[in-house]
């Protein structure tokens, strides 16, 4: 049997470079279709709230049947901005990624100084608890991690992808409908 050699520190700086680089380049192309969800979203808001107002004060329905005609058209505006909020958390990825990669490395220097020193710990009792201890931070660092970018999962769930598709529609046939509902209030 072989023993595998760890990766040397310049070979992992150049991955970490070469794998920020691209996230780099990404970036601004997340930033326009970002701001682009966003404008949609806030023109669902302003179209329902629209919408809600020719109903109520200028038809004369009643409130509960205007409330409910103006949530069920907030719904798509509601579905586009998991998506905008998916979008903003993504523009943060490069340094999450940095951090998570120089996490790894001083790990892998640690673990390899140990073994070349000869460094094996006896697992008794206290060995135990300070492993249990160790594993315990581990995953409250990974919680932390996935619960405040667990929406990302969004942008690459086909339902939740169909969903935006169908919700980016709903907001442009809601733009016909706001249009179509001022031109009877002018004429």
Do not use: C, H
Not at 32 to 47: E, P, Q, T
């Amino acid at each position: 049997m072989s023993k595998s050699t760890p990766p040397s520190n310049s070979t992992l700086i150049k991955e970490k470079d070469r794998l920020l680089a691209t996230f780099e380049r990404m970036i601004p192309l997340v930033d326009s279709i970002s701001d682009s969800v966003r404008f949609a979203v806030l023109m669902g808001v302003a179209l329902t709230l629209w919408i809600f107002v020719f109903l109520f004060a200028l038809k004369g329905y009643e409130l509960i049947t205007a409330m409910i005609i103006a949530v069920i058209t907030l719904i798509p505006a509601l579905i586009l901005s998991r998506f905008w909020w998916a979008l903003e958390e993504l523009k943060n990825l490069p340094d999450i990624l940095s951090e998570a990669l120089d996490d790894a490395k001083d790990e892998v220097q640690a673990t390899v100084k140990n073994l070349k020193a000869n460094k094996t710990q006896k697992m008794g009792l206290f060995g135990s608890m300070k492993s249990l201890f160790n594993l315990r931070s581990i995953l409250s660092e990974a919680d932390d991690l996935l619960g405040s970018y667990i929406s990302i999962s969004a942008l690459v769930n086909p339902f939740w992808l169909i969903l935006g598709v169908l919700s980016l529609l709903g907001v442009l046939i809601l733009i016909l409908i706001g249009g179509i509902l001022a031109l009877f209030t002018l004429f």
